[in-house]
């Protein structure tokens, strides 16, 4: 079970790394004005999305479900910081889903948010990745 969990941890380093770094390229890309430079953020937000990011994420996913079922279940059920990281998940989830929006909103040359708006994006990644570990560290709740 340590072989699973050190691979959970990997993926989720890799899937954070892609939760960290997308929204930056998208505030580069909003601030872009030449047409070189925005077919190159197109190029490098879908590679790191679908290379990168969505397979860390899925990884990360099903080897926490594997973790969860196959020892935690029993001995955590009880235990509101694994609700909590839980529910942590879940909006990371949604925020990859709005990730991938934004991906094809740039993608089509649509995109609705000036480089003000990415900044802030780009945060919520950092505060949940801090109440998680917290979470599983100091397990408060």
């Known amino acids: 079970m340590l072989w699973v969990k050190a691979f959970h941890v990997i993926f989720m380093v890799t899937w954070f ?4 770094y997308l929204p930056r390229l998208f505030v580069y890309h909003a601030m872009a004005d030449d047409e070189t430079s925005i077919e190159r953020f197109k190029v490098m937000e879908r590679k790191l999305f679908y290379g990168i990011m ?3 994420g899925i ?5 926490g479900l594997w973790m969860l079922f196959d020892y935690a279940l029993e001995s955590y059920t009880g235990s509101l910081w694994l609700h ?3 529910l942590l998940v879940a909006i990371l989830i949604v925020y990859h889903i709005i990730c991938w929006q934004l ?3 740039f993608k089509q040359d649509q995109n609705k948010h ?3 708006w990415y900044r802030w994006f780009n945060e919520l990644p950092v ?3 801090v109440a998680i570990i917290i979470l599983v560290i100091v397990k408060p709740v």
Not at 17 to 20: K, N, P, V
Not at 59 to 63: D, E, I, S
Request: charged share 10%; no cysteine; glycine share 8%.
């Open 17 to 20: 790394a892609g939760l960290f």
């Open 54 to 56: 969505t397979p860390g």
């Open 59 to 63: 990884l990360t996913l099903l080897l």
């Open 84 to 86: 909590i990281k839980m």
């Open 103 to 105: 991906v094809k909103d």
């Open 114 to 116: 000036s480089h003000v």
């Open 127 to 129: 505060l949940l990745l």
